[in-house]
């Protein structure tokens, strides 16, 4: 066939040029979304790996048996990682089954979702709606799941100064409407890892489900160096466990495994139905077709690395970690948020100093990126209970880290000595500056809240300086984004961000 529309190598050619605009993936530049072994051989295996099976379905393994081979082989790879494959026997309440999703979010969902399916299979006919309980460091993807699946997310106050939970905290919100509840090794936010074991007596005695949520760090802390407080299937109580291969299991996006104590608890996992003149639908994920090539991936890297390749991996990344840690703690009016677990951290203010000498983590990451860095930057947010979680930026560190390590170290003792001494952006003084810049100020908005129709919210992006221009982007400054985001109510900044990202990929012609 030679009537194609275009080039195909022209094709090509335009999408390299578009990845030119992307944040680096590779050399450790990105502390955040990326994970980058630093093994280009990995990088080309899961490509080649994904090329093999890029026609396969993974909707049946029955058909394409290769699928059933694949996950078969990364989920006992799990267990083995999680202590899932120890006990249990002929069991089925107790022996560890699993399944590969596409991420981390979806794990998550089917966890929930499971959970919920349990809770009302033990309680036919009840008209109660159940909760979630969890800290508020929980990864947002609880959020959606509580939204998608009708319960109620109930969430509880963590140490402001540390990020950490308090067991008890966890105990006094249960009850007998609690389909589950999560914890987080570690927390996204702060890198705290929640106390599992406390939690999961807790859980145990009153016969409540438990999920360990560790889809950012699980496949680094499962080999990490350090001795670590037990935290994985070995508690007894812990019911199910998620953590992403696509993150420290240096799979391309997206990949990840959720664990289930128990077969006929995950069979409330699955969706099934023969109600109409198809074929048959039984699904294990909230998707039916789907690739197999993440999977083939993941599998590949798997069989290469073996728990050898991944502890030296794991080793070369706590080793960043802690050099990067003791760098920043070494930077006067910075402070490393609590005692952060495994491959990351959360950066704040060191309020001891006096003003002149504090450092603003949002500047910090300002600066840092106009050398080239991308840290990411996280709003504080007031809790239930009245106190402040700090604003912070966040660092994820991974095995390519160590490379880079002195010159990142430079990058940032450099950005802290350029705003050292500079105050916090006023989200206060930002909204009023906006104000004054749009027409009918800005209490009508405030009062929509997340009512604006689509042309309101992109005016006021327009104001904000987030949609200007040709297809809009990123201003040089996040601080004072990030300052506004503190200050608007949540309703209208989650709006607002849902108009940013629907406009940035709606066609320009």
Sequence with gaps: MNDFRRDPAEVLAELAALREGDAPTHGGRVLSYVYDSGLAELDELAASAARLVQPVNGLDPTTFTSVAAMEAGVVGFARRVFHGDTGGGADSAEVVVGTVTSGGTESCLLAVKT?????????????????????????AAFHKAAEYFGLVLDLVPVDPATGTLAASAIEDRLGDDVALVVVSAPSYPFASLD?????????????????????????????????LPVWDFRVPGVTSLSADLHKYGYAPKGVS?????????????????????????????????????????????????????????????????????????GIEGLRVVGVPTGPLFAVATDESVEPERRVDPHHWADAARGA???????????????????????????????????????????????????????????????????????????????????????????????????GGGLPAQMAPVLALVEALPSQLTGRLLVELLARVVEPRS
């Design 115 to 139: 959970a919920r399916d349990a809770w009302r299979s033990a309680r036919e006919g009840t008209p109660r709606v159940p909760r979630i309980v969890a800290p508020i460091t929980v990864h």
């Design 195 to 227: 106390p599992v074991a406390d939690v999961a007596a807790v859980c145990r005695a009153r016969g409540i489900a438990l999920h360990v949520d560790a889809c950012i760090g699980g496949f680094a802390l499962g080999f990490w160096p350090d001795g």
């Design 257 to 329: 495994v959720l664990l289930t104590r128990g077969r006929d608890r995950q069979r409330h996992q699955y969706f099934r139905t023969t109600g109409w003149p198809g074929y048959p639908v039984v699904n294990p994920t909230m998707t039916g077709s789907k690739p197999a090539g993440p999977l083939a991936a993941a599998w590949s890297i798997i069989e290469v690395l073996g728990e050898p390749g991944f502890a030296e991996l794991s080793a070369k990344t706590a080793r960043a970690t802690a050099a990067l840690r003791e760098v920043v703690e």
């Design 372 to 470: 080239g860095w991308f840290l990411q930057l996280q709003p504080g947010l007031v809790q239930s209970d009245g106190t402040r979680l700090p604003h912070t930026t966040h660092l994820t560190i991974t095995p390519v880290t160590e490379a880079v390590v002195d010159e990142l170290s430079e990058a940032l003792v450099e950005a802290a000595d350029a705003v050292r001494g500079v105050p916090q952006v006023d989200g206060q003084l930002v909204l009023a500056g906006l104000a004054e810049a749009l027409p009918g100020g800005v209490e009508p908005l405030l009062a929509a809240g997340g009512g604006l129709d689509s042309e309101t919210a992109a005016g006021l992006l327009g104001a904000i300086g987030l949609l200007g221009g040709e």
